[in-house]
């Protein structure tokens, strides 16, 4: 597996087959991680489909599988990158982290993806 990330608070490996394995560390990791599983699975009952799929969750390791997104976006303007967030808005979440390396771009999808829900909250239900 080659690393893609590897900070204080997880490491993010992409597996030779195309999976993407975090996993969580450091301060409230099991928060993080909760948080990421819930928004994930939320987002996959709403059928977005801009956003890593969640294939496995291991909560005793405190480790998730999803799937790639592509690769990582190193220029985006303002306004699309502002674009992107909003849309995701409309799905009930709101990310919290909306920063250029949370954004990827996959060619098989031919559009931009967000990735890294660790921060994210749902957004309460329209009345």
């Not at 490996?13 to 599983?37: C, I, M, N």
């Not at 690769?71 to 808005?89: M, Y």
């Amino acid at each position: 597996m080659r690393k893609i990330k590897d900070t204080q608070r997880s490491t993010v490996r992409l597996s030779y087959d195309g999976r993407v394995q975090k996993v969580y560390r450091g301060p409230k990791a099991r928060e993080r991680f909760e948080t990421e599983v819930r928004i994930l699975r939320h987002l996959a009952g709403r059928k977005c489909s801009f956003v890593p799929t969640l294939l496995e969750a291991q909560p005793e390791r405190l480790t998730i599988w999803t799937t790639s997104c592509g690769q990582r976006v190193d220029h985006l303007s303002e306004e699309k990158r502002a674009d992107i967030f909003a849309e995701l808005e409309a799905y009930g979440v709101k990310h919290d982290d909306p920063d250029i390396r949370n954004v990827t771009y996959s060619q098989q999808d031919g559009r931009f993806c967000i990735v890294d829900f660790e921060f994210a909250t749902l957004l309460p239900e329209p009345a």
